[in-house]
């Protein structure tokens, strides 16, 4: 089943923006306190999450952070350039034999380098440790950058970084320095030290590609021997030793089966599509090996994906290393309980993740996404709704075109104790919405919790409204928000616009209703606290602000007589009692 095509326009319909939001001063509510709400249980005001996100085999080192002989390129919130799209919104430009030198955080023997060359070029970077030579190199390319969609308006040219990775060949103790030199100009980003366990031994009784004829070299094509494999493995294991295998072609009847690898730094799929299915009598395990493919671009109407379509109920994927595809997970068809862990979904065109309608009871848990080309993290109620689902602990970074986690409809979905951060154009960090994009389409309903999440510089300008998105949006797109939506223990720091935004994203003034803000920590917004734009209500409580640029609230619903954004102060709140007082003008970052 192929992924379909998904209209990516956020514009505003009816008004052309600057008269949309003159026209918006006279409903604008203030913000109304409740001098009979119940006092607030001790410590919510400025409750804040524990450490959200996933539990990651690496640590992490930013460029800037590290000794350099190259230039500092950012910060920049500008779409469509090499610093708006790095990790902290800068990077280090290294010119042909400058070096960039970091000392490791942690005692490793992989490194992970995220970075950006010049379009149609290529190059590397030797590594030394201590000045010695480790005789180890990571390979730069370009070819799976610059990606293009002229189709979804408001769009640039984008993804224009990308990672390597390299086993040393030796271990390298904490503290020990590691240099990087340049053969040709690249950009680098953020280092990722990791200690990689030794390969993974075949387990007993399983059935090896290799036995059915794969070629670990990957000169030859071994998609007959996996289909031989998963055919005589039925009900067991299927082994991928290591080695690099080519995969031509996509693999269907996947289910009671287990492909397992013996880790996802030694046994390498080389495929652009994997699994391609639209049904699947379920018990479907992918687990501890890489799926790398070719893909260069973004087509909407070719499978491109590491899994497209079904894995069947009672399915997982875990330890998986997936990269240069279009999505990683495009799911369809019944994939209910599935658990997908501990996984790295990296440098894809489009999303990490979609569950695509009638998922139910998936778990999304402890994955780290970055660099993915539209949502990383997305559920999506479309021909059926997404019930009962979690994302829970993941690591989202660097989304360059989308949202980091996104709930398009759905019933009862949690999103809980992730980390998103540096979300660039056409996205927040997390959005809660019922834009629907195509029919039948199932709009959010029962609860929605998100709680416990962090977001570290998320929110975006939206070139289409001409204005920005907020941190963490609730969107009466397409209809009313008629769900109960609970945002509990929020930490949100550096935010580059505003935090908490309520708006209908087309245009017509549809209501958020039902809303609850309880617990929140901000450091750093550089417009507001609250982005009011369209009819509603949401009761906030135990919010706690500092470094609030423009104002605490932003109250200008749209479109004129849509009625008005009734923010509702339940007490503990502090730090943002401003309004911002001119619907005629948007609040510039501070």
Same mark, same amino acid.
């Given at each position: 089943?192929?992924?379909?095509?998904?209209?990516?326009?956020?514009?505003?319909?009816?008004?052309?923006?600057?008269?949309? +939001? !003159? #026209?918006?001063?006279? $409903?604008? *509510?203030?913000? =109304? @306190?409740?001098?009979?709400?119940?006092? /607030?249980?001790?410590?919510?005001?400025?409750?804040?999450?524990?450490?959200?996100?996933?539990?990651?085999?690496?640590?992490?080192?930013?460029?800037?952070?590290?000794?350099?002989?190259?230039?500092?390129?950012?910060?920049?919130?500008?779409?469509?350039?090499?610093?708006?799209?790095?990790?902290?919104?800068?990077?280090?430009?290294?010119?042909?034999?400058?070096?960039?030198?970091?000392?490791?955080? +942690? !005692? #490793?023997?992989?490194? $992970?380098? *995220?970075?950006? =060359? @010049?379009?149609?070029?290529?190059?590397? /970077?030797?590594?030394?440790?201590?000045?010695?030579?480790?005789?180890?190199?990571?390979?730069?390319?370009?070819?799976?950058?610059?990606?293009?969609?002229?189709?979804?308006?408001?769009?640039?040219?984008?993804?224009?970084?990308?990672?390597?990775?390299?086993?040393?060949?030796?271990?390298?103790?904490?503290?020990?320095?590691?240099?990087?030199?340049?053969?040709?100009?690249?950009?680098?980003?953020?280092?990722?030290?990791?200690?990689?366990?030794?390969?993974?031994?075949? @387990?007993?009784?399983?059935?090896?590609?290799?036995?059915?004829?794969?070629?670990?070299?990957?000169?030859?094509?071994?998609?007959?021997?996996?289909?031989?494999?998963?055919?005589?493995?039925?009900?067991?294991?299927?082994?991928?030793?290591?080695?690099?295998?080519?995969?031509?072609?996509?693999?269907?009847?996947?289910?009671?089966?287990?492909?397992?690898?013996?880790?996802?730094?030694?046994?390498?799929?080389?495929?652009?599509?994997?699994?391609?299915?639209?049904?699947?009598?379920?018990?479907?395990?992918?687990?501890?090996?890489?799926?790398?493919?070719?893909?260069?671009?973004?087509?909407?109407?070719?499978?491109?994906?590491?899994?497209?379509?079904?894995?069947?109920?009672?399915?997982?994927?875990?330890?998986?290393?997936?990269?240069?595809?279009?999505?990683?997970?495009?799911?369809?068809?019944?994939?209910?309980?599935?658990?997908?862990?501990?996984?790295?979904?990296?440098?894809?065109?489009?999303?990490?993740?979609?569950?695509?309608?009638?998922?139910?009871?998936?778990?999304?848990?402890?994955?780290?996404?970055?660099?993915?080309?539209?949502?990383?993290?997305?559920?999506?109620?479309?021909?059926?709704?997404?019930?009962?689902?979690?994302?829970?602990?993941?690591?989202?970074?660097?989304?360059?075109?989308?949202?980091?986690?996104?709930?398009?409809?759905?019933?009862?979905?949690?999103?809980?104790?992730?980390?998103?951060?540096?979300?660039?154009?056409?996205?927040?960090?997390?959005?809660?919405?019922?834009?629907?994009?195509?029919?039948?389409?199932?709009?959010?309903?029962?609860?929605?919790?998100?709680?416990?999440?962090?977001?570290?510089?998320?929110?975006?300008?939206?070139?289409?409204?001409?204005?920005?998105?907020?941190?963490?949006?609730?969107?009466?797109?397409?209809?009313?928000?008629?769900?109960?939506?609970?945002?509990?223990?929020?930490?949100?720091?550096?935010?580059?616009?505003?935090?908490?935004?309520?708006?209908?994203?087309?245009?017509?003034?549809?209501?958020?209703?039902?809303?609850?803000?309880?617990?929140?920590?901000?450091?750093?917004?550089?417009?507001?606290?609250?982005?009011?734009?369209?009819?509603?209500?949401?009761?906030?409580?135990?919010?706690?602000?500092?470094?609030?640029?423009?104002?605490?609230?932003?109250?200008?619903?749209?479109?004129?007589?849509?009625?008005?954004?009734?923010?509702?102060?339940?007490?503990?709140?502090?730090?943002?009692?401003?309004?911002?007082?001119?619907?005629?003008?948007?609040?510039?970052?501070?």
């Amino acid at each position: 089943m192929t992924t379909p095509a998904r209209p990516r326009s956020r514009r505003r319909g009816l008004l052309p923006l600057a008269v949309a +939001v !003159a #026209a918006a001063g006279t $409903t604008a *509510a203030l913000l =109304v @306190p409740v001098s009979s709400a119940a006092p /607030l249980p001790a410590g919510a005001a400025g409750r804040v999450a524990a450490a959200a996100g996933a539990d990651l085999p690496f640590t992490s080192v930013e460029a800037e952070d590290a000794r350099s002989e190259g230039s500092a390129v950012g910060p920049d919130l500008t779409q469509g350039t090499v610093a708006s799209e790095s990790s902290g919104r800068r990077a280090v430009k290294l010119a042909a034999g400058q070096s960039i030198t970091f000392t490791a955080p +942690v !005692a #490793a023997n992989a490194l $992970t380098v *995220a970075y950006s =060359v @010049p379009d149609g070029t290529s190059g590397s /970077l030797d590594v030394s440790v201590g000045g010695e030579s480790t005789g180890a190199s990571l390979a730069l390319t370009s070819k799976y950058s610059y990606v293009d969609t002229p189709w979804i308006v408001g769009s640039k040219t984008h993804h224009l970084l990308d990672s390597a990775r390299v086993l040393l060949g030796q271990d390298v103790a904490a503290g020990d320095e590691v240099t990087l030199t340049a053969s040709a100009e690249v950009t680098v980003d953020v280092a990722d030290f990791e200690k990689v366990a030794p390969p993974a031994a075949r @387990p007993a009784g399983s059935v090896s590609v290799v036995d059915k004829g794969a070629d670990p070299s990957g000169k030859a094509d071994s998609t007959q021997a996996f289909r031989e494999a998963i055919a005589a493995a039925k009900g067991g294991v299927v082994w991928i030793p290591e080695g690099d295998f080519t995969v031509g072609s996509s693999l269907s009847g996947v289910e009671n089966v287990t492909l397992r690898g013996a880790g996802s730094w030694y046994s390498v799929v080389h495929s652009s599509s994997f699994v391609n299915q639209s049904s699947s009598a379920g018990d479907a395990h992918l687990a501890d090996f890489a799926v790398i493919g070719e893909v260069t671009e973004r087509n909407d109407s070719s499978p491109d994906n590491f899994v497209n379509g079904s894995l069947g109920p009672g399915s997982s994927v875990s330890g998986m290393w997936v990269q240069h595809l279009k999505v990683g997970l495009w799911l369809t068809g019944n994939n209910d309980d599935l658990v997908v862990e501990d996984n790295r979904i990296v440098d894809t065109t489009a999303d990490g993740l979609n569950l695509n309608g009638s998922a139910k009871g998936v778990r999304v848990r402890d994955n780290f996404l970055r660099n993915n080309g539209d949502d990383a993290l997305a559920m999506w109620s479309l021909n059926a709704t997404n019930s009962d689902s979690v994302f829970a602990s993941n690591t989202v970074s660097q989304p360059n075109l989308a949202n980091g986690i996104a709930i398009y409809g759905g019933r009862d979905i949690t999103v809980k104790d992730n980390l998103v951060s540096d979300t660039n154009a056409l996205g927040s960090g997390i959005a809660i919405s019922n834009q629907k994009f195509a029919d039948p389409f199932f709009p959010l309903a029962g609860t929605i919790t998100v709680s416990g999440n962090t977001l570290v510089r998320t929110g975006a300008l939206n070139p289409n409204w001409g204005h920005p998105m907020g941190a963490l949006r609730v969107d009466a797109y397409d209809s009313d928000i008629e769900a109960t939506v609970d945002i509990t223990d929020t930490t949100a720091t550096d935010s580059p616009y505003g935090v908490f935004e309520f708006v209908s994203g087309g245009g017509t003034g549809k209501a958020v209703r039902n809303v609850t803000v309880d617990g929140a920590r901000i450091d750093g917004a550089g417009t507001v606290v609250v982005q009011a734009e369209t009819p509603g209500e949401a009761r906030v409580s135990g919010v706690t602000a500092s470094g609030v640029g423009a104002a605490g609230v932003y109250n200008c619903p749209f479109p004129t007589g849509a009625g008005a954004f009734t923010v509702t102060d339940a007490g503990g709140n502090s730090g943002w009692d401003s309004t911002w007082e001119d619907c005629g003008t948007w609040p510039e970052p501070k």
